[in-house]
């Protein structure tokens, strides 16, 4: 009897710790052909949304889930591509589509349709918060976490706003403003929410850098990358250190980065009819809606 006894126990007990390692077990992970078209999709969100004026690829890269990549290929490059290259080689094929291809089409959107357009990224933003928030949280929270949210969302706010109340000022673009706008442009990787594009529209350049980027010209391309790779490598050591150290903290700024960035371009001073608001509102609901269903389907390590 004991020993049938000890046998049912043993069993109960062999059920309870299957019990809790399901409990504990990670979500399933994509199947490879999911993995590629969400890699796909990711690159060419960011790549069509970085060149447009009042929207960070920093931004996009966090709330799809590829920024930790992205900060490992800057600071670590062999060591990143060696674990990830084939993630990286479908996000740049994706990349390169957006920013060449879909950046067209978005920039037809914009010149007929601007403002819905704008509302309809605005909400798509807004989806994302609640798994962005989500992950600042996954090592804990306190004081400090919030304090750092909203020092990062005070101070991006201030920044962005005087750069968008200077008037435009009178520079001739040549090499050395094309690798500042590199410069930038790293700048709004490596900083989630700083848009490099605004900055450089309030200087006058970035229709000349536009104009040069979209007709392969060299004297535009080659110091914008070469900016943009120096001060992300430059920078982002730096960053993935205070990410190890405080994640919370560092994560929760983002979050107020993210925030403060977004309502800088809201069109709130458009003239609006009732049908414009009616369909504004119906644009913000639905990039909502899409945006927060498919922030579970983030970019997955390979």
């Not at 007929?112 to 704008?118: A, P």
């Not at 004081?143 to 005087?162: D, E, G, N």
């Not at 700048?187 to 000349?208: D, H, Q, R, V, W």
């Not at 070469?226 to 490598?233: K, Y």
Request: hydrophobic share 50%; glycine share 8%; with cysteine.
């Amino acid at each position: 009897m004991n020993t049938e006894k000890t046998k049912a126990e043993n069993i109960g007990e062999e059920k309870d710790i299957n019990i809790e390692t399901k409990d504990k077990e990670e979500p399933k992970k994509h199947s490879k052909t999911a993995s590629i078209i969400i890699d796909l999709v990711a690159g060419v969100a960011v790549g069509a949304g970085a060149i447009l004026p009042g929207f960070s690829g920093g931004v996009l890269c966090v709330v799809l889930g590829m920024y930790p990549l992205i900060m490992e290929l800057f600071s670590h490059p062999i060591q990143a591509i060696k674990k990830h290259w084939k993630v990286y080689i479908f996000i740049g094929i994706g990349w390169a589509i957006g920013f060449f291809a879909i950046s067209n089409l978005i920039k037809f959107m914009f010149s007929r349709y601007e403002i819905f357009t704008v509302w309809t990224f605005i909400g798509m933003i807004f989806g994302n918060i609640p798994s962005l928030y989500k992950e600042a949280g996954k090592k804990g929270r306190n004081k400090s976490s919030f304090v750092s949210m909203i020092v990062a969302f005070i101070l991006m706010f201030a920044i962005l706003l005087t750069v968008a109340l200077l008037p435009s000022a009178n520079i001739t673009p040549n090499v050395w403003w094309y690798l500042f706008s590199g410069f930038m442009w790293g700048l709004s990787i490596i900083i989630p929410g700083l848009t490099s594009s605004s900055i450089m529209m309030s200087l006058g350049i970035y229709e000349a850098f536009n104009a040069g980027l979209a007709g392969f010209k060299l004297e535009v391309v080659i110091p914008w990358v070469i900016g943009m790779i120096l001060t992300a490598a430059a920078l982002a050591r730096i960053v993935e250190y205070i990410f190890k150290k405080h994640y919370s903290q560092a994560f929760h700024a983002v979050i107020g980065i993210v925030v403060s960035s977004t309502l800088m371009i809201f069109p709130i001073f458009e003239k609006y009819s009732v049908s414009d608001v009616l369909i504004s509102a119906g644009c913000v609901i639905i990039g909502f809606i899409v945006a927060f269903k498919l922030s579970h389907f983030k970019i997955q390590e390979q």
